[in-house]
């Protein structure tokens, strides 16, 4: 009676996850502008100064301006 099974283990070269490629950039999208990002990092300088703001005013013990 014929074995139904194989005898050996076929061997499987190479396994690891295949991952897609990350996008390049989305097709007709421009770049982002000069003064977009001059005004991104003014707004995170903004952010930040009133953190340290608030930090000041609540080890001071005064209520911040």
Known sequence: MPRTFLTRRMPRHHLMLHRAPPPRHRAGA??????????????????????LMAAYALTAGTPAP
């Open 30 to 51: 421009p770049p982002p502008r000069t003064s977009d990002l001059v005004l991104a990092l003014l707004g995170v300088l903004l952010l930040a100064a009133l953190a």
